[in-house]
C-alpha cells in the first residue's frame, strides 16, 4: 500500500502563487508515476501534470502549460506542485495520485493511490 498526503493548499487572489505538496508514504517503489489532478464543484475530475520518479519526464494540461510546475524530489519521496499566476476557474480540489506505469497518464481511471484533496480558492 501506499499513503498520499497533500498539503499547501488555501484561498489566494488571482494572479498570486502556491505550492502544493504531495508526500508519499509505504510501498513507493510500486508508484513510479505521480499526477496532480483536480475537481470543481459539480465538474469531473480533470489531469493537470505529471511526472516520473525516475526519469523526470513531465506533462501538463494544456490549462495549466507555462504557469504550472511539477517536480519531485526522491530522497523525500515528495510531488510538488508550483502554481503561478492562478486564476479564477483553477479553483478545486487538488488531488494527488500514484501508480506504477505512464501510460494514459490523463486518466484518473488508470491511477491506483489516491490522496485525501486539498483545497485551492483563488478570488477575482
Known amino acids: 500500500q501506499v499513503q498520499l498526503v497533500e498539503s499547501g493548499g488555501g484561498l489566494v487572489q488571482a494572479g498570486g502563487s502556491l505550492r502544493l505538496s504531495c508526500a508519499a508514504s509505504?510501498?513507493?517503489?510500486?508508484?513510479?508515476?505521480m499526477g496532480w489532478f483536480r475537481q470543481a464543484p459539480g465538474k469531473e475530475r480533470e489531469f493537470v501534470a505529471a511526472?516520473?520518479?525516475?526519469?523526470?519526464?513531465?506533462y501538463y494540461a494544456d490549462s495549466v502549460k507555462g504557469r504550472f510546475t511539477i517536480s519531485r524530489d526522491n530522497d523525500k519521496n515528495t510531488v510538488y506542485l508550483q502554481m503561478n499566476n492562478l486564476k479564477p476557474e483553477d479553483t478545486a480540489v487538488y488531488y494527488c495520485?500514484?501508480?506504477?506505469?505512464?501510460?494514459?497518464?490523463?486518466?484518473?481511471?488508470?491511477?491506483?493511490?489516491w490522496g485525501q484533496g486539498t483545497q485551492v480558492s483563488v478570488s477575482s
Open positions: 495520485a500514484g501508480k506504477r506505469y505512464s501510460g494514459m497518464y490523463y486518466r484518473p481511471g488508470t491511477y491506483d493511490y
Open positions: 509505504g510501498r513507493t517503489d510500486s508508484t513510479n508515476f
Open positions: 511526472i516520473s520518479w525516475t526519469v523526470g519526464n513531465t
